[in-house]
């Protein structure tokens, strides 16, 4: 199993921009996708963007405003975040499945971070 920790949240006001990190325990997976969701008090948790090898798929209610990213060295994945809104406001989590090979073949993992707040005033 991966661990995951986000960090980066906090409050800003409309338009400013914020960048957050999750950072993977760098185990020895393989991993098949890497994901940010957002939930909002009272909302279902939903997709923000989706990365799987070197491409990223964004929600059309962020594309042009938020950016995903990895550092490779550091097992840390990006999200910037730029002229946020109100409606942006949420816990942001982040999400990867992997795999590695074990004794009887692959096993399947996955693991979500504890989130992080983001509140974006107007």
């Known amino acids: 199993q991966m661990q995951l920790q986000e960090s980066g949240g906090g409050l800003v006001q409309s338009g400013e921009s914020l960048r957050l990190a999750c950072l993977d325990s760098?185990?020895?997976?393989?991993?098949?996708?890497m994901a940010w969701y957002r939930q909002a008090p009272g909302k279902q948790r939903e997709l923000v963007c989706i990365t799987r090898g070197y491409t990223t798929d964004y929600s059309d209610f962020v594309k042009g405003r938020f950016s995903a990213s990895r550092d490779y060295s550091k097992n840390l994945w990006y999200l910037q975040m730029n002229d946020l809104k109100p409606e942006d406001t949420a816990v942001y989590f982040c999400n990867i499945q992997s795999r590695r090979l074990g004794s009887t073949g692959w096993l399947t993992f996955d693991d979500w971070g504890q989130g992080t707040q983001v509140t974006v005033s107007s």
């Open positions: 760098g185990t020895a997976f393989k991993v098949d996708s």
